[in-house]
C-alpha cells in the first residue's frame, strides 16, 4: 500500500479493516496490473470511508461475501503482462540475492569454523555450489510466497507448514545435488560490490515492472475514455 492509503486506512474501524487488509491481500495476489490494483484499492478504501459516515460497515455496503465481492473486484481489471510478472520475480529475487551474499560474510565472520567461505577484508573466496544453491533457494522462496497469496485468502496453517515442508526439501535437494554437480570450485567476490550490484539489478527491474504496468494501464485508460466519449455522442 502506498503512504496515502495506509493514512487513510488509519481512519477506518477495525472491522473494515480487517476487511480491507483481507482485500489487499487477496487482490495483490492475483497478478493483476499493478498500477490498476492500487486505484482499485484505492476506491474500496474510499467506499468504506464513505460507508463509515453514514454509519454502516463496509461489510453492508458491498453486500456480499468479501471473497466473492473480490473475486469479482479482480475480473474487473487485467492481469499483469508477461513481461510486468517477469520483472516483478527479478526485482524480488535480485532483491533476496543482494542480503544472502552479506549475510553469509558475516556469519562466517561470527562462525568461520563452521563456514567453507574464506574472507580476507571484504573480498571473499564462495564455493560457486553455494551461490548457485541460495540462488535456488532464494526462487523457490519467492515462488512459494507467491503461491501461499494466490491459494489462500485466509492462510490456513496447513498451507505454511505445507510450504516449510516443501522449502526444507528444496534446501536439501539444492544442497546436495549442486554440490555433486558443480563441485569444490570457488568464486572470488566482494561483499559490498556484489550487494550494490544486486540492489541495483533489482531497483532496475521494479522500475521495469512498473513501467510495464503504466502502458496495460495507460490503454486501459484510454479505452474506458473512448467508450464514455462515444456514449455521450
Known amino acids: 500500500m ?19 487488509h483481507k482485500m489487499n491481500r487477496y487482490l495483490s495476489a492475483r497478478f493483476l496490473n499493478t498500477v490498476l490494483c492500487r486505484d482499485l484499492i484505492s476506491d474500496q478504501i474510499g467506499m468504506a470511508l464513505e460507508s463509515q459516515k453514514r454509519g454502516e460497515s463496509y461489510a453492508q455496503t458491498i453486500g456480499m461475501e468479501p471473497q466473492r465481492y473480490c473475486h ?50 571484504l573480498a571473499m573466496q564462495i564455493p560457486l555450489a553455494w551461490i548457485i544453491k541460495y540462488f535456488m533457494v532464494d526462487a523457490g522462496l519467492i515462488l512459494g510466497y507467491y503461491l501461499i497469496r494466490l491459494l489462500a485468502y485466509k492462510n490456513s496453517p496447513l498451507v505454511f507448514i505445507l510450504y516449510f515442508i516443501g522449502f526444507l ?3 536439501i535437494f539444492a544442497d546436495n545435488l549442486v554440490l555433486k554437480w558443480i563441485g569444490e570450485r570457488l568464486l572470488s567476490v566482494h561483499a559490498v560490490g556484489f550487494f550494490i550490484g544486486f540492489a541495483a539489478l533489482s531497483a532496475f527491474s521494479f522500475a521495469m515492472q512498473y513501467f510495464a504496468a503504466l502502458l496495460i494501464a495507460y490503454k486501459k485508460q484510454r479505452q474506458g475514455s473512448k467508450i464514455q466519449s462515444e456514449e455521450k455522442q
Open 169 to 171: 526439501i528444496l534446501f
Open 2 to 20: 502506498r503512504a496515502e492509503q495506509k493514512a487513510q486506512m488509519r481512519a477506518l474501524s477495525k472491522e473494515n479493516k480487517k476487511i480491507l
Open 72 to 121: 469479482a473486484l479482480a475480473e474487473s481489471i487485467p492481469r499483469r503482462s508477461f513481461m510486468e510478472i517477469l520483472w516483478t520475480l527479478l526485482s524480488w529475487l535480485f532483491a533476496a540475492m543482494a542480503v544472502t551474499v552479506p549475510l553469509l560474510y558475516f556469519y562466517t565472520l561470527l562462525f568461520p569454523a563452521f563456514s567453507p567461505i574464506h574472507i580476507d577484508g
